[in-house]
């Protein structure tokens, strides 16, 4: 993902996420370790993410230790829906979604 995540760019990162789903991605993980800045666009663009994912039955994760980052999440509840995880190794070795079981970590 790109450093910053606002209405500039929240439509070409859309399109490519959903891109990714309708190929069939039972995990998605966006790695947002370089990501500095994430607007309310980016945010809402987040949560629909893991509407679509589940949608597919794809489980999304995302990689960030921003503090900025994981307040703006957490302010509009993405972070509580959404496993957030330090880094690529952890979000690849997070058990896959049981059936009927909450795929998110905490």
């Not at 980016?42 to 994981?70: I, N, Y």
Request: charged fraction near 20%; include cysteine.
């Amino acid at each position: 993902m790109p450093g910053e995540i606002d209405l500039r760019n929240v439509t070409g990162i859309w399109e490519n996420l959903l891109r990714i789903l309708h190929f069939g991605a039972r995990i998605l993980i966006i790695d947002m370790s370089a990501t500095t800045s994430c607007d309310m666009a980016g945010a809402r663009m987040l949560v629909r993410a893991h509407e679509r994912a589940r949608a597919h039955k794809a489980d999304l994760r995302l990689v960030t230790t921003d503090a900025g980052l994981k307040y703006v999440l957490g302010m509009t509840g993405t972070g509580l829906h959404i496993g957030i995880y330090p880094d690529l190794a952890a979000a690849h070795a997070a058990a896959p979604p049981e059936a009927g079981v909450s795929p998110w970590p905490g």
